[in-house]
């Protein structure tokens, strides 16, 4: 069993910045993906950001230039840095992480709590 918490979350005015951080329970490093994901009032789920074990990384269109994800191995954290914000950034920010398991097992799927992330002037 895999825990993932948030944190960072808060608000800030547009244009503003903030830094998400997702602490794992167990070594990142391992895990086939992780990434940051996030749901607005009455939408679905959408993905923001995500990474894979061999290093390939994936942006939603709408955060591309804006927002970076990144690792930390050692301290089991992944981060998402969000710039030049905007008022449709607001919305519950998710962690998750993929663990792969041996064929024809369906990968472990697991995801934080969430963090809110408020734009507002």
């Known amino acids: 069993q895999v825990q993932l918490v948030e944190s960072g979350g808060g608000l800030v005015q547009p244009g503003g910045s903030l830094r998400l951080s997702c602490a794992a329970s167990g070594s990142i490093s391992s895990f086939y993906a992780m990434g940051w994901y996030r749901q607005a009032p009455g939408k679905q789920r959408e993905l923001v950001a995500t990474f894979t074990r061999c290093g390939s990384t994936n942006y939603a269109d709408s955060v591309k230039g804006r927002f970076t994800i990144s690792r930390d191995n050692a301290k089991n954290t992944v981060y998402l840095q969000m710039n030049s914000l905007k008022h449709e950034d607001k919305a519950v920010y998710y962690c998750?992480?993929?663990?792969?398991?041996?064929?024809?097992?369906?990968?472990?799927?697991?995801w934080g709590q969430g963090t809110q992330v408020t734009v507002s002037s």
């Open positions: 998750n992480a993929v663990i792969s398991r041996p064929w024809p097992r369906a990968p472990n799927i697991y």
